[in-house]
């Protein structure tokens, strides 16, 4: 069964700084890895994901991920945030299967400093 | 755009009613999700269904039901409302061809139950 820990319950970086936030997951096989977002009082938004090939993706918002296969990880990350970036930030584990769920971590609340 | 829509924002119910939760996508997507999001708890995968009719039991089902008579529409059923299962209700949909396996959110719908 796939499962994922976000360590971190809440993190506050000032503008400007570079933010990482920590995802493991837990799947027996080649997994696809998604980081979503959550801005309050909205849905959930993709902000990128991994199902094969490169290990470093990019995704919108000047947002990145390293999918490391030896760590089970998949750590998001930013090299300057932005006042908008204060959110909570959801990691997900899908399998290689066409009938697979997507189970999502806790999430990490990101707080930002002026 | 994917649009995946549930029939209610807000629904306020009483202890021991009958509650059903609808969501409809537009994407031909054949997996289809219900999830609870509770503050520190993240998203908790209550049932899951990758084809019409079919189903499987998420990490948190009890309580639950669900229905899935036609591909684009999946119910969640609450058999007797409780207190404890007043929370925040998301709906997603999903391909299952590679690199199509993300999940696209309703809205959500907040059920209290009083």
């Known amino acids: 069964a796939q499962s994922v820990t976000q360590p971190d319950i809440h993190i506050t970086v000032s503008e400007g700084a570079s933010l990482e936030l920590r995802c493991n997951y837990s799947?027996?096989?080649?997994?696809?890895l998604f980081w979503y977002v959550q801005s309050p009082g909205q849905g959930l938004q993709l902000l990128l994901k991994?199902?094969?090939?490169?290990?470093l993706v990019q995704g919108i918002k000047g947002f990145e991920a390293e999918f490391k296969r030896s760590q089970s990880s998949f750590n998001l990350r930013k090299p300057s945030v932005h006042w908008s970036d204060a959110a909570e930030y959801f990691c997900a584990v899908g399998a290689y299967s066409s009938a697979s769920k997507i189970i999502f971590g806790s999430g990490t609340r990101l707080s930002i400093r002026p | 755009d994917v649009k995946v829509t549930q029939s209610s924002r807000y629904l306020v119910k009483r202890t021991g009613e009958k509650v059903f939760l609808e969501c409809v996508q537009d994407m031909d997507h054949e997996n289809m999700f219900w999830y609870r999001q509770d503050p520190g708890l993240g998203l908790r995968l209550i049932y899951f269904s990758y084809d019409v009719k079919m189903k499987e039991k998420g990490d948190i089902p009890e309580g639950y039901s669900v229905s899935r008579e036609k591909k684009e529409r999946f119910s969640l059923i609450l058999e007797s409302a409780s207190t404890n299962q007043t929370s925040m209700y998301l709906c997603?949909?999903?391909?299952?061809?590679?690199?199509?396996?993300?999940?696209?959110f309703g809205q959500g719908t907040r059920l209290t139950v009083v």
């Open positions: 991994y199902f094969s090939g490169d290990t």
């Open positions: 799947y027996g096989a080649t997994p696809y």
């Open positions: 997603a949909s999903s391909g299952q061809g590679m690199g199509d396996t993300e999940a696209f």
